[in-house]
């Protein structure tokens, strides 16, 4: 399993937005940067932090050769995916779980 990185954006010293990532490589997809969570503080949700963190992973997933980006979200996140697909992040697979 591959460790989780966090990138932050600050305000003033403050942490305002947050995302986990890892580097991952799947058999059918090969190498990606996967994101596990985006948090974005919300008094700050219309300032573009959330922006620049999409920005600079993309612009990480390109310098480290990685042909995709890939961010994980709950099908309950209905607020966070109208924000994805403001970034150009299309929807392209559903994962399904149970518990053991």
Known sequence: MSKVKL?????????VAC???????W??????????DLETKESVRSKNYGKKLP???KSLA???DRARLRLG?????TVAHKFYFR???PLRACHFEANP
């Open 73 to 77: 979200s709950g099908t309950n996140q």
């Open 87 to 89: 970034q150009s992040l």
């Open 27 to 36: 058999r059918v997809s090969g190498k990606v940067l996967h994101v596990d």
């Open 19 to 25: 995302a986990g990532f890892r580097v991952r490589e």
């Open 55 to 57: 920005d600079w992973r």
């Open 7 to 15: 990138a932050v954006s600050e305000d003033s010293g403050a942490i």
């Open 62 to 64: 390109k310098k480290e």
